[in-house]
Nanobody, 124 residues
């Protein structure tokens, strides 16, 4: 079993930055693809970013490309999401995800493991 715990969320003004972390505890698998999915009230879940198990391939939603950066440190069993130039529309609960396939994370379907989520609020 893999447990994912997000941290780093909070309240920030538009144009600011936040860095989210997702730590895997319990049994960990460095060969898992990792990613981030967000959901705002009244909206469907939305893919944000994903990274392959090796870190060699990254994927981003068009809405965050150029502003967000996903990275991972397998030695620490941790994945990060650096969020710059934040906009009010980025306000959502951000969930960490793990799966054997980055493509499953991109589709936000059949994801094997989820974190509890961390709230990101961007004020205008």
């Amino acid at each position: 079993q893999v447990r994912l715990v997000e941290s780093g969320g909070g309240l920030v003004q538009a144009g600011g930055s936040l860095r989210l972390s997702c730590a895997a505890s319990g049994r960990t698998f460095s060969n898992y693809a990792m990613g981030w999915v967000r959901q705002a009230p009244g909206k469907e879940r939305e893919f944000v970013a994903a990274i392959s198990w090796s870190g060699g391939n990254t994927y981003y939603a068009d809405s965050v490309k150029g502003r967000f950066t996903i990275s991972r440190d397998n030695a620490k069993n941790t994945v990060y999401l650096q969020m710059n130039s934040l906009k009010p529309e980025d306000t959502a609960v951000y969930y960490c995800a793990a799966d054997t396939s980055a493509f499953d994370i991109r589709a936000t379907d059949r994801i094997d493991y989820w974190g509890q989520g961390t709230q990101v609020t961007v004020s205008s």
